[in-house]
């Protein structure tokens, strides 16, 4: 990730990617080595200025549906929960001094429920020893105070493989979540979203009715079932409830057939 300078998010017009060995970094592997097939459903967004290190392409390599546009926060965003801040480590140290990196980490918490940081490189092969102390504690404010996990790579190709894995990670959670979703509105007696099961209904109704508390509520749920049947019950059938005596049986019915 190129470093950056403070100001307004702007894209920068295309530029061809150059997907090389970046800061050093090891000689790329083949392109998805040793990595499933990941789930083309799920929305991957890679940010414009990311182009130089040439992620997009490597994550179209490796099998991911990519576009490139302009984010407000992040780097990448691989669905609509996970959002992740990319940086080198020499970018991580210029955003620390610049003042930007804990103003992207605010941007970041706030955009995404699953913010991510992946640091290419090791920071503190960077600094002197006097340092270490401060960046240590600056790596700690971001997990701890910031709730930004951290996940530490070798370089881009490394990253991309990594990606790809939360990628698939990703996919089957929003699958499941589709489906625990699905499985609700199946169970609901009517099309109306967040409409109470009737059962439940049914129970406010009976405990509102005179001398009637949960515990009578749910044995008359139990016998009757609705409050048609309750209504169109004789007073010894509502006798026959467990708690209830002629003169509650009497004034349910008085309530209920009105």
């Known amino acids: 990730m190129t470093p950056r300078q403070p100001g307004p998010r702007v894209c920068p017009p295309p530029f ?11 000689e790329e592997r083949p392109a998805g080595a040793g990595l499933r097939s990941p789930d083309p459903s799920l929305p991957v967004v890679v940010d414009a200025r990311e182009g130089r290190a040439g992620l997009a392409e490597l994550l179209r ?8 546009q302009c984010l407000e926060a992040g780097d990448i965003a691989l669905g609509a929960r996970l959002l ?29 429920p699953r913010p991510l940081l992946l640091l290419e ?26 709730r930004i996990p951290l996940l530490q790579t070798e370089d ?7 990606l790809v894995h939360l990628a698939q990670q990703e996919a089957k ?12 509105r199946l169970t609901r007696p009517s099309s109306e979203e967040g409409a109470p099961p009737l059962k439940q209904e049914l129970l406010r109704l009976l405990e509102a009715l005179p001398d009637v508390g949960r515990v009578r509520a749910r044995s008359l749920a139990e016998r009757f079932g609705t409050m048609a049947r309750l209504a169109s ?3 010894r059938d509502v006798m026959q409830v467990p708690g209830v005596g002629p003169h509650t049986a009497a004034r349910i019915l ?5």
């Open 84 to 112: 992740v801040e990319r940086k080198t480590a020499r970018d991580f140290l210029q955003s620390l001094r610049s003042g930007r990196l804990f103003a992207q980490a605010s941007k970041l918490v706030e955009r995404a």
């Open 233 to 235: 019950a004789g007073l």
């Open 61 to 68: 390599q490796r099998g991911l549906d990519v576009q490139v």
């Open 254 to 258: 008085e309530a209920v057939q009105r």
């Open 173 to 184: 959670r929003a699958r499941r979540r589709a489906k625990r979703a699905q499985q609700r």
């Open 121 to 146: 490189g090791n920071p503190y092969d960077l600094v002197g020893a006097e340092q270490v102390p401060s960046l240590r504690g600056v790596l700690l404010s971001l997990a701890s105070g910031y």
């Open 16 to 26: 061809a990617s150059s997907a090389g060995v970046e800061e050093g970094g090891r």
């Open 156 to 162: 881009v190709s490394e990253s991309a493989d990594c």
